[in-house]
């Protein structure tokens, strides 16, 4: 077995629990450093910085994002509240002995190239060296908010800082951003609050999270093999069917075809619209006051504004001129190789339409497998590397998604899954099986690395 080098990896939330699950099995040597004291990421709500408000629940349904071999279990609901994703989390940490890995209360401050591994700085003030590095920290921690003209005085904040319905009590609540989060918030404030409003720049495509009694990703992923054109065009007739013309609550048209922009999956949203608990309304504009002013020229006296507005992608423990960037956001090799650097790759920074747990694992297995192919050099090593220089796959599946940053780097689900395939097809490499992973760390050596 080749001399493997010690790699380090930055995060313990899923696709850093996925890839440790993976390293055991492969016998790659590696320390997981995670800030705070438990695995979860973001998912823990008591972690400084998550996002996770109380009625936050799975946007994937439970069959189509867990973990391989690892269903979540059968009593939870088609859509899992923030709680049973922790637990189940951390049932999947004590299943594979991930924990004694995992070193808590330690973040990564600083990690730059030194030879041709990394010098790794602590928040401990440790240095540490390894011979890899995987950031896998997660990508919802840094808020962006919007800027408009003049002076608003209420409260304005990010969503990112939104807990409880009871915040919104006996006040005008305006929620700006109609994403997953922001559908989820605004029917909290539409419950709570003394009047609710949800500002939104344009037009979207809000699929209910069930469709003819089934969770909505399980029936597209049952439809029939499709053309994306003509998939586009079944669902959006099928959408009109259902929601029917969303201009009567006050919603813009959509500019754009159905899965060009990330989708939000919210049944209640249009509920709360067509009851009056709930107005829709268009951009701001601009502020005076407590008066919000809307770029149709409706105006509304407001107490408090939520910003729902997303999130920067940030590694700030790596300098920046370590990645090539598309916009603002790293573009790697399948969201996972820097082309430029053998030793740097990234796990969990990828949007996709589809549920990414199991995503991850078909990812950590990849990874795996190239950290070991490279220590063994030889063929595998060079045809590893020459795969990740040259090959550029279109990974949108004849998307045309729509002109934003969130979307610089989308990638299509189903076109992703079927590109790792052929990756593995060409690196003679195996798909996950049932057992896949049981499999590998039982073949290994018994001198192999732990």
């Known amino acids: 077995m080749a001399n493997i080098g010690r790699v380090c990896v930055v995060g313990a939330g899923p696709a850093g629990l996925s890839l440790a699950r993976a390293f055991l099995a492969h016998g790659v040597p590696f320390d997981v450093f995670e800030r705070h004291s438990d695995v979860g990421g973001l998912w ?141 918030i605004a029917c909290d404030a539409a419950r709570t609050a003394a ?81 009056g608990d709930l107005k829709a309304m268009r951009d701001v504009e601009r502020f005076a006051g407590r008066t919000v002013h809307f770029v149709d020229g409706a105006t509304e006296e407001i107490d408090l504004v939520l910003c729902a507005t997303g999130y920067a992608w940030s590694i700030p423990y790596v300098p920046p001129d370590q990645f090539r960037w598309k916009g603002q956001r790293p573009d790697l090799y399948m969201a996972i190789f820097s082309r430029e650097n053998p030793g740097l790759y990234v796990m969990g920074f990828l949007e996709t339409n589809n549920g990414a747990y199991r995503m991850f694992d078909d990812m950590a297995d990849l990874l795996a497998r190239v950290v070991v192919a490279r220590a063994q050099g030889g063929e595998a090593a060079r045809a590893v590397d020459q795969l990740i220089s040259t090959d550029r796959p279109d990974l949108t599946g004849g998307i045309r998604f729509v002109a934003t940053d969130r979307h610089a780097t989308y990638v299509d689900g189903t076109t992703y899954r079927k590109h790792l395939h052929r990756m593995r097809r060409t690196l003679g490499w195996p798909e996950l099986t049932p057992g896949c992973f049981d499999r590998v760390r039982a073949s290994r050596p018994a001198n192999a690395a732990a």
Request: hydrophobic share 35%; with cysteine; glycine share 10%.
């Open 44 to 184: 823990d709500p008591s972690n400084t910085g998550s996002p996770i408000y109380e009625s936050a629940h799975f946007i994937s349904s439970k069959t189509q994002s867990h973990f391989h071999d690892f269903p979540m279990p059968e009593d939870y609901p088609d859509y899992p509240s923030h709680r049973q994703v922790l637990a189940y989390m951390r049932a999947f940490t004590e299943a594979h002995g991930l924990r004694e890995h995992i070193r808590f209360g330690t973040g990564v401050t600083s990690a730059v190239p030194e030879g041709t591994g990394w010098s790794v700085t602590l928040s401990t003030g440790e240095v540490r060296s390894y011979a890899s590095l995987v950031c896998a920290n997660g990508t919802n921690w840094h808020a962006t908010m919007p800027a408009y003209p003049g002076v608003f005085s209420g409260e304005m904040r990010h969503s990112q800082t939104y807990r409880s319905p009871e915040e919104f009590r006996g006040k005008r609540v305006l929620i700006i951003g109609a994403g997953n989060s922001g559908a989820d």
């Open 195 to 275: 009047k609710a409003f949800l500002s939104v720049r344009r037009g979207y495509h809000f699929i209910p999270k069930h469709i003819l009694g089934k969770p909505a990703d399980v029936f597209a992923a049952e439809s029939p093999p499709m053309p994306m054109w003509l998939r586009q065009r079944v669902f959006g007739v099928l959408l009109r069917l259902l929601n029917g013309d969303l201009g009567r609550l006050g919603l813009p048209r959509p500019d754009h075809r159905i899965f060009e922009t990330h989708p939000t999956l919210n049944t209640q949203v249009l509920h709360y619209l067509a009851h």
